[in-house]
């Protein structure tokens, strides 16, 4: 047992103090959603790579299932700012992002952070035409707790991609 702890603090990079106490489960899934809903708000609705940048740790590993991998912070913003660009136009496809509900499970990683695992439906629009259900996918992601109390995207696997038929979504209630 002394051995399993010893090797926990070393290979977490923990102090002989031990690793900052995580908030209880309730606390935590709130917090990994508001993260989730930040991350995602940056990504598909403000097209803001200053921001998406301050979300992720410099050591960002993102794995798609049909992209590769995107390692570190440099270069998933840099991608993110091209997609960014390539959307300015009038007839430039535009996409959003729906958690599915009661998909998203969250486990407490002591020392670490957190692990947030679900499903996701992506949607897309031509120019100001119709918004249609296009796919869908799973994920999981680690958030990282950082020294300064900021929670972000250190690890991503992004999978299961699959194709839907394109359905026109229907309008969201207001």
């Known amino acids: 047992m002394l051995l399993t702890s010893a090797l926990a603090v070393l290979t977490l990079g923990q ?8 908030p209880d489960p309730a606390e935590l899934t709130t917090i990994v959603a508001a993260r989730d809903a930040d ?8 097209c803001d790579p200053q921001a998406l940048s301050d979300l992720v740790t410099e050591d960002l590993e993102f ?31 535009h996409s959003r992002r729906e958690l599915v509900p009661g998909t998203m499970r ?11 695992e679900g499903r996701h439906r992506f949607y897309e ?8 259900l296009v796919g869908q996918a799973r994920f999981s992601v680690l958030w990282r707790l950082e020294g300064d109390g900021r ?22 209630a207001k």
């Open 125 to 132: 629009r031509q120019g100001d035409g119709p918004e249609r």
């Open 15 to 22: 102090s002989a103090t031990g690793p900052a106490a995580l």
């Open 151 to 172: 929670w972000r995207l250190a690890r991503a696997f992004s999978i299961h991609h699959e194709a839907l038929s394109p359905q026109v979504a229907e309008p969201e």
């Open 63 to 93: 794995y798609h299932d049909r992209g590769g991998l995107t390692a570190t912070r440099t270069a998933f913003v840099q991608d993110y700012r091209q997609a960014c660009e390539a959307a300015t136009g009038p007839q430039a496809y």
């Open 39 to 46: 991350l995602f708000a940056v990504m598909f609705d403000r």
């Open 106 to 116: 969250v486990y407490a990683i002591p020392g670490v952070g957190a692990v947030e």
